[in-house]
C-alpha cells in the first residue's frame, strides 16, 4: 500500500522569505515522487519529481524538492517566495513498479506581500 | 500542443439526467484516468485505464462509468447523477513509461441540484 501525507492545510510566507511544504510518503517499495501546482480555476501542473539519483531535485518556476529516504520525505522549498507563487501543491507518490499515483490532501501556500 | 481536454468545463443539472464528460488526449498516452477533488478531502480517483478497453475502478467509483474505446479518449459517464456527485472532476493521462508525470485537464465542475 502506498499514502501520502501533508500535514498542513495551509502556509503562509511573506514575500522574498523562504518557503516549505512538507510531504511525507509510505511505499512498500521504491519511491517516485512528484509535486503538482494548482492555481484557481486551472488543472493540475507538473512542478517536479524524483525518481532516482541526485536527492535535490530542481523544478519548474525556481521551486526545488529534497528527497529523504531514513525520514520518507519529499519536502517542497523556494529560497525566495513570490506573491505569484500562492496556490494549491499537492505531492504525490508511485510505488515503483505501479502505475497507480496516490496524492495528499494538498497544501494552500499563501504568499502575502 | 501537448494537452488534455475536458468538456463541459461548467454544468449544471438535475437528479437523474444522463450526462458524460469527455476527455480527449493528444499525446498518445496509455494510461488515463478521472480524479473527483472536493474540499477537505484533496483528489481522489474514480476509475483509470491502462490501455484501451482496459479500464479498473478507484477509489470512489460509485455512480460513475467509464469506457476506453479509442486510445485518445476517455469519457466519464454518469448515468443518474445525484448532488452528491456535485464536485470538481479533472482527467488525466501519462504515457508508456511509468516515471512519467501525469497532465491534467483544465477540470470540469459540475453541480446536480
Known amino acids: 500500500a502506498q499514502s501520502v501525507a501533508q500535514p498542513e492545510d495551509q502556509v503562509n510566507v511573506a514575500e522574498g522569505n523562504p518557503l516549505t511544504v512538507k510531504c511525507t510518503y509510505s511505499v512498500s517499495g521504491n519511491p517516485y515522487l512528484f509535486w503538482y501546482v494548482q492555481y484557481p480555476n486551472r488543472g493540475l501542473q507538473f512542478l517536479l519529481k524524483y525518481i532516482t539519483g541526485d536527492n535535490l531535485v530542481k523544478g519548474s518556476y525556481g521551486f526545488e524538492a529534497e528527497f529523504n529516504k531514513s525520514q520518507t520525505s519529499f519536502h517542497l522549498k523556494k529560497p525566495s517566495a513570490l506573491v505569484s507563487d500562492s496556490a494549491l501543491y499537492f505531492c504525490a507518490v508511485r510505488d515503483g513498479g505501479s502505475y497507480i499515483p496516490t496524492f495528499g490532501r494538498g497544501t494552500s501556500l499563501i504568499v502575502h506581500p | 500542443e501537448a494537452q488534455v481536454t475536458q468538456n463541459p468545463r461548467y454544468l449544471i443539472t438535475v437528479t437523474g439526467k444522463k450526462l458524460t464528460v469527455t476527455c480527449s488526449q493528444n499525446m498518445n498516452h496509455e494510461y488515463m484516468s478521472w480524479y473527483r477533488q472536493d474540499p477537505g478531502l484533496g483528489l481522489r480517483q474514480i476509475y483509470y485505464s491502462m490501455n484501451v478497453e482496459v479500464t479498473d475502478k478507484g477509489d470512489v467509483p460509485e455512480g460513475y462509468k467509464v469506457s476506453r474505446k479509442e486510445k485518445r479518449n476517455f469519457p466519464l459517464i454518469l448515468e443518474s447523477p445525484s448532488p452528491n456527485q456535485t464536485s470538481l472532476y479533472f482527467c488525466?493521462?501519462?504515457?508508456?513509461?511509468?516515471?512519467?508525470?501525469?497532465?491534467f485537464g483544465e477540470g470540469s465542475r459540475l453541480t446536480v441540484l
Open positions: 488525466a493521462s501519462f504515457g508508456a513509461s511509468h516515471t512519467g508525470e501525469l497532465f
